[in-house]
């Protein structure tokens, strides 16, 4: 079984993102819940990025505000993006990063790549994703992500991390990145990944992905 915090704040988005999901089934002509003037409240924010490309329903939440998104929407700071069944959602940030998300995923945008306001620039809180720092600035501290079971710091890096049949697995593409839970650490170089299934549970021993295993983990991401 998983370990996994559900807030009030979740809740809420859930809620919110099962809503519109409803909405849109039902071809809905009138949208409400907030969504409009959840385009007000985004354009006081810093933007972070555009959507490159969108499957199904995919949605951003600010506070109490839900807004759909849709190719070259902008994606802006504390924006806490979401998918639906089937959905997926690829990000460009204008640092020159990409981020990537599969089905029912949920990814809160705390900062840059090169920002240092918050202990990690991405919070992962559900779903599969894979980031790519590209040609981003690189910041003097590696840049960390916040997962429900690790934290992972980056060296220049893509990688992967969602939930398998039995564990929450990540995989390092490019680059290094360290994966740190409250029981121990691995360091996964390119090509490694390794295995969690509680934050109070050392990640396994680091080990090559097959073609197999990393084409279907590019799938859950949406990629």
């Not at 949605?59 to 902008?74: E, I, N």
């Not at 460009?92 to 705390?110: F, P, T």
Request: aromatic share 8%; net charge neutral.
């Amino acid at each position: 079984m998983f370990a996994d915090d559900f807030s009030a704040d979740r809740a809420a988005l859930v809620t919110r993102r099962d809503f519109a999901c409803r909405v849109i089934g039902t071809a809905a002509l009138t949208i409400t819940f907030g969504f409009a003037a959840g385009r007000a409240v985004a354009n006081d924010r810093a933007i972070f990025g555009n959507v490159r490309q969108k499957r199904q329903i995919a949605g951003a939440s600010f506070g109490k505000y839900t807004r759909l998104l849709h190719v070259d929407d902008k994606v802006f700071q504390s924006d806490l993006l979401w998918t639906g069944k089937d959905g997926q959602l690829q990000v460009a940030m204008l640092d020159g990063s990409s981020l990537s998300l599969g089905e029912n995923a949920e990814v809160q945008l705390n900062d840059s790549l090169a920002g240092n306001t918050f202990s990690s620039f991405l919070h992962i809180l559900d779903g599969a994703f894979c980031f790519n720092s590209g040609k981003a600035e690189r910041p003097p501290a590696s840049p960390k992500i916040e997962t429900p079971f690790a934290i992972l710091s980056l060296r220049g890096t893509e990688v992967f991390a969602g939930r398998f049949e039995s564990s929450y697995d990540i995989f390092v593409s490019s680059g290094e990145v360290e994966v740190q839970n409250d029981a121990g650490a691995v360091t996964l170089k390119a090509g490694h990944g390794t295995s969690l299934r509680a934050r109070n549970v050392p990640p396994t021993r680091p080990e090559v992905w097959s073609d197999a295993k990393i084409k279907r983990a590019r799938a859950l991401a949406g990629e």
